[in-house]
């Protein structure tokens, strides 16, 4: 026998678990799963023919070929065939891929790891990986993000979308990586080791560990292991089935993208175990609400996604206005019995005809981040209105072609775009006093470089948080380790896909947000009301008080508020910028462009006259505006929406006494004195 050929027999029983998973989706009435059936028999037939497996062949041939009725039956017998070939194997192989890394950090793991039942094979870049991958089935694969030809995260995208290597379990060996860096290897499902530099005795244990704990439970092929809903590979094929039955008919289709509003430290602070049970809660009330005609898989660890055959955007908005509905109503809880505040937003899209899902994606992604920018726990497609003033991006790059297809991205999906094409001095004159939400640079900047450039940016106060992304150019793992060693967020390697780039800047800018919200749950939120406006402010002092869970301080002009703003430490502002009065407006514009970690989140309260005045405010801890007057009955619910916190009527002892106090002390400050 061949090497290749026994190659090929020791993978038949990941093949076996992946074919059974598809004929009980088929017995279950899954549309999906008879192009699922059809596909995985392709794969067999060809490598079963080239290593003379006749029997294998002839099966597998037999399902593709097969009509609907006797698909089943075809099946089984494919099944049967590949454990008889596989019954034939004594002995066990568990293969391991490394992708990366230099020949020093390889070969000690190659030889903590190699044993008469375990092989390792080493490669350098991602298309040999895809290479040996097409030859040979390994059992895991320890992965360098830094590729010479691909991003590693492009790699790792390739495979949980291919149905034969979606489960296959993946370690990240990287040194210091950014949070953007790690949630994109998250979002595909990979565990990470974090060590500057890599231990290769620690990689050897991941390994090990992971593969014991892989022989103990079977592949899914289909399923995700957590929620039980459709995975990304297996979602891809049947909206691809679902389009193509519905070419040359006038049937509509939607797509929705939803995503847990809560940020990413907040669910995981309660502990693995909370978050499992969160999202196992969430996949069970997609499942309930949805109809059972209707596509849902879970695409990222909290991201879902959901098409709706026969469905327009309004129809499937509807759908998922019931799921966001179910969850808001959903009481969750940690281990300990703690509440833990879930909602969750979505964008909902149609799917135009001939529309591929990564450009459906793209689509209801960024209506979702809409969503999540409005303050989340909503649902938005292009019928909602959108109130919120666009993000400004800054491009610093020169490279025409590139800079023009960023900006057409970015203006397509609503951002303000100002481009600077070279930086020969310092580049704090060039920005104008202007804040951005989202800086690009590029690497070959001619004058200074891109890499100087972003150090300037991170060395001005204004920048400090600002999100920033390096373009580099392919072969440059350097390049890669020096932007993030200088504070990029992350880096994106030319040439890169729009759909990809486009949804790596969301999610940037995503987490930048809810970086800038505080903790949700059932501590007093203490709010600074700032409004010139005396009753106006004590309306809104009245009406955050009755809600409960709010302790507001109270500032009718700019001194006060900047000195109960120190003393008192708030957790969050509300600050009237409709007024005339420049000290206050400054005042507001201050807060909102702090740069301290701790800064409190901001609301704004707006008027007829303050459209103009928004345009000057774009800072990260911005949370959005309320509109004056103040309708009293729902503020304390508006708040509430805005900082992500969860409905409380919990008070401290003292509440009304405190409020008294605040109360008192505007008063007294504007009681005529008596002669």
Not at 341 to 365: E, F, M, R, W, Y
């Amino acid at each position: 026998m061949s090497n290749a050929a026994h190659w090929f027999e020791q993978g038949l029983g990941a093949r076996i678990d992946a074919v059974e998973a598809a004929l009980n989706a088929l017995r279950e009435d899954d549309d999906a799963a008879h192009t699922t059936l059809r596909n995985l028999a392709r794969s067999l037939a060809g490598p079963a023919a080239m290593y003379g497996y006749t029997s294998v062949r002839q099966a597998a041939q037999a399902v593709d070929a097969a009509g609907e009725a006797s698909l089943t039956e075809a099946a089984e017998t494919l099944i049967a065939t590949l454990r008889r070939e596989a019954g034939k194997t004594h002995q066990s192989i568990n293969h391991v891929l490394l992708v990366g890394g230099d020949a020093a950090f390889n070969k000690p793991i190659v030889a903590a790891l190699r044993t008469p039942h375990r092989d390792v094979t080493a490669v350098a870049t991602a298309g040999e990986a895809l290479s040996a991958l097409q030859q040979r089935d390994f059992a895991f694969i320890v992965l360098n993000l830094f590729l010479p030809d691909i991003d590693g995260r492009a790699f790792l995208l390739r495979l949980r979308e291919d149905a034969m290597l979606t489960s296959l379990p993946v370690l990240i060996v990287a040194p210091d990586l950014t949070d953007e860096v790690r949630e994109e290897a998250r979002v595909l499902d990979a565990d990470i080791l974090l060590e500057s530099p890599p231990d290769p005795a620690a990689v050897a244990q991941r390994v090990k560990v992971s593969l014991r704990r892989s022989r103990e439970s079977v592949k899914a092929a289909r399923r995700d292991p957590l929620t039980g809903l459709l995975n990304r590979a297996a979602l891809r094929a049947a909206f691809e089935q679902a389009t193509r039955e519905a070419r040359g008919t006038d049937e509509p289709a939607a797509l929705a993208v939803l995503s847990v509003d809560a940020p990413r430290t907040t669910l995981d602070g309660h502990g693995p175990q909370a978050r499992d049970a969160v999202l196992q809660r969430i996949g069970s009330i997609l499942s309930t609400a949805l109809r059972s005609t209707d596509i849902i898989g879970r695409w990222g660890p909290c991201e879902f996604a959901a098409l709706f055959p026969g469905e327009d955007p309004f129809g499937g908005g509807r759908a998922v206005e019931k799921v966001v509905d179910a969850v808001r109503n959903e009481a969750f809880t940690a281990p300990d019995g703690t509440r833990i505040a879930i909602t969750v937003s979505a964008g909902v899209t149609p799917v135009s005809p001939g529309k591929g899902i990564d450009d459906a994606l793209s689509d209801a992604d960024r209506f979702l981040f809409q969503a999540t920018a409005a303050g989340g726990d909503r649902v938005m497609s292009s019928r909602s209105p959108h109130a919120q003033r666009p993000e400004r991006v800054l491009l610093v790059m020169s490279e025409a072609v590139t800079s023009r297809v960023l900006r057409n991205l970015f203006e397509s999906d609503g951002f303000q775009v100002q481009h600077i094409e070279q930086v020969d001095g310092g580049i704090a004159p060039l920005l104008e006093g202007q804040r951005y939400h989202l800086i690009v640079v590029d690497e070959d900047l001619p004058g200074k470089g891109g890499f100087e450039v972003l150090r300037e940016l991170r060395a001005l106060p204004r920048n400090s948080r600002t999100p920033i992304i390096m373009l580099i150019a392919r072969n440059a793992e350097r390049s890669m380790a020096r932007a993030l060693e200088l504070g990029a967020n992350d880096y994106m390697m030319r040439p890169f896909s729009p759909f990809t780039f486009m949804r790596r800047m969301r999610r940037v800018l995503k987490r930048g947000i809810e970086a800038a919200q505080p903790a949700a749950g059932s501590e007093i939120c203490r709010i600074l009301v700032v409004d010139p406006d005396v009753r106006a402010l004590l309306l809104a002092a009245s009406a955050l008080h009755e809600r409960g869970g709010f302790r507001p301080y109270l500032a009718a002009r700019s001194a006060e508020a900047r000195r109960r703003l120190a003393e008192e430490q708030p957790d969050a502002v509300l600050v009237d910028v409709d007024s005339d009065d420049a000290e206050l407006q400054q005042f507001a514009l201050d807060v909102v462009a702090s740069t301290n970690p701790s800064a409190p989140a901001v609301l704004l309260t707006t008027g007829a006259r303050s459209e103009a005045f928004l345009d000057k405010y774009a800072g990260p801890v911005l949370r959005g505006t309320l509109q004056k007057p103040f309708d009293i009955l729902s503020l304390g619910e508006q708040v509430e929406r805005l900082l992500s916190l969860s409905p409380s009527a919990r008070q401290s002892p003292d509440a009304a006494a405190h409020l008294n106090r605040e109360i008192q002390r505007i008063t007294d400050r504007d009681r005529p004195a008596v002669s």
